[in-house]
């Protein structure tokens, strides 16, 4: 789940890097010239998130940008953008403005922005920007009309007083409303589906028409990859203790299963009755096989009252 978060806000932010440059780098005058790839010269799977070359006003630098969904465990972000750094530094010659996103609210607390030491001689510091999403006065995001950003609005600080469950649909409504194509909307859309479920209660993000979401090829790569990896992983083995133990609430429950990890909320639970009255165990077996194989809702229904 943690790579699905990762790989959907790389390419929320790559989508619109350079409102999203503009924004880390608080100046208004930066254009993105190259993508920076460091993945076959950083070993033992170290890899930025998103690394490009850019001009600023006066000169150009590298930017990079870390997303952390939570405080880095393995390492303590300042060595591990140490070790960044200096890759960068001496791959490009140029200097290399830094930056961590963290998403949670509880998540980069202790991040000091910082390493240095002076001993004898020798000096070294490094600084780079800490970015805590919670510490962002969330409407003003909204009011700036920033796209690559509104995907992270829940995540945000609300305005005072204001409901928290009014305060998402604040940040729905202006996703929808926003001026981009089709595909982009979908892609900000599930985007806000997916990190504000990190701190609401998905029921909030069910109302998000998911035809619009179905237009981003993000949503539909993320989907793909987790019925591939979920069903063929976790669910199936559900799906063998289910027909194994052969009781029809097991069987029932790994059925919901699939459903649920393939299709929308709405529609399953809206199938949810008719399911649960079904008492012939081979009627469900068969049922759950057929959810498996079902590549649309509509051909699972077709199957369920044929």
């Given amino acids: 789940m943690a790579q699905e978060y990762d790989t959907t806000g790389k390419d929320i932010l790559n989508e619109q890097i350079n409102e999203i440059a503009r924004f880390v780098l608080n100046v208004p005058d930066v254009e993105v010239l190259a993508d920076l790839d460091t993945e076959q010269q950083l070993v033992r799977a170290f890899r930025t998130d998103i690394t490009k070359r850019v001009r600023l006003n006066t000169h150009e630098a590298v930017l990079h940008i870390e997303l952390q969904l939570r405080d880095s465990t393995e390492k303590p972000m300042w060595a591990r953008n140490a070790h960044y750094h200096g ?16 998403f949670h609210p509880d998540a980069g607390k202790n ?4 390493y240095a030491y002076s001993w004898n001689g020798y000096d070294y510091q490094l600084n780079y920007k800490v970015i805590r999403l919670i510490e962002i006065e969330g409407q003003s995001i909204l009011e700036a009309q920033m796209p690559g950003l509104l995907p992270f609005t829940p995540l945000m600080k609300p305005p005072e007083e204001m409901p ?15 001026p981009v194509d089709p595909p982009m909307k979908g892609t900000l859309l599930y985007g806000l589906s997916l990190f504000g479920s990190l701190i609401y209660d998905q029921g909030l993000f069910e109302q998000i028409p998911e035809e619009l ?15 591939e990896q979920g069903i063929e992983q976790g669910i199936e083995q559900g799906i063998e203790q289910g027909i194994a ?25 809206a199938l949810t009755p008719a399911l649960q009255n079904i008492d012939d165990l081979q009627r469900l077996e068969q049922l759950l096989l057929t959810a498996v194989n079902a590549k649309t809702v509509d051909t699972f229904t077709e199957a369920l009252f044929e």
């Avoid at 979401?213 to 019925?227: D, G, L, N, T, Y």
């Fill in 87 to 102: 890759y960068l530094v001496g791959e490009h010659q140029m200097p290399v403005y830094s930056n961590v996103i963290y």
């Fill in 245 to 269: 133990q052969g009781t029809k609430d097991a069987t029932l429950k790994s059925l919901l299963t699939v459903l649920n990890a393939k299709f929308h909320v709405e529609a399953v639970r």
């Fill in 164 to 178: 928290l469950d009014q305060w998402v649909q604040q940040c729905i409504d202006a996703t929808i409303a926003t």
């Fill in 111 to 114: 991040d000091p922005g910082y």
């Fill in 213 to 227: 979401m179905q237009e981003s090829a993000v949503f539909q790569r993320q989907r793909e990859k987790f019925i």
